[in-house]
């Protein structure tokens, strides 16, 4: 079982930053792959980028692209999302995820790929 807390979100103005971290414990954090997605209101949960279990490899969705980095700290078994360039469409509840994988260069996709979810963290954009 992983357990994963987000936290950092909050209200930032268009054009803003704001660096969601996500803690996880339970489990040896180097064997699982990461992701984060967000849902906006009324909307389906959208993946917005992935990280391999090295932190090697990275992928986003087109939306966030140049705008958004992933990172993770293995040693402090922490996942970061860097969000510069805020817009308003970027509202939405953001979520961490992970999936046990003896893969170590596969980045997951779909929110049906990982098994462990945290709570998610409210990111609001005021235009």
């Known amino acids: 079982q992983v357990q994963l807390v987000e936290s950092g979100g909050g209200l930032v103005q268009a054009g803003g930053s704001l660096r969601l971290s996500c803690a996880a414990s339970g489990r040896t954090f180097t064997n699982y792959a990461m992701g984060w997605f967000r849902r906006a209101p009324g909307q389906e949960r959208d993946f917005v980028g992935g990280?391999?279990?090295?932190?090697?490899?990275?992928e986003y969705a087109d939306s966030v692209k140049g705008r958004f980095t992933i990172s993770r700290d293995n040693a402090k078994n922490m996942l970061y999302l860097q969000m510069n360039g805020l817009k308003p469409e970027d509202r939405a509840v953001y979520y961490c995820?992970?999936?046990?994988?003896?893969?170590?260069?596969?980045?997951?996709?779909?929110?049906?790929?990982?098994?462990?979810w945290g709570q998610g963290t409210q990111v609001t954009v005021s235009s």
């Open positions: 990280i391999t279990p090295s932190g090697a490899r990275t």
């Open positions: 995820a992970a999936r046990f994988t003896p893969y170590s260069h596969t980045v997951y996709y779909t929110d049906r790929d990982y098994g462990y």
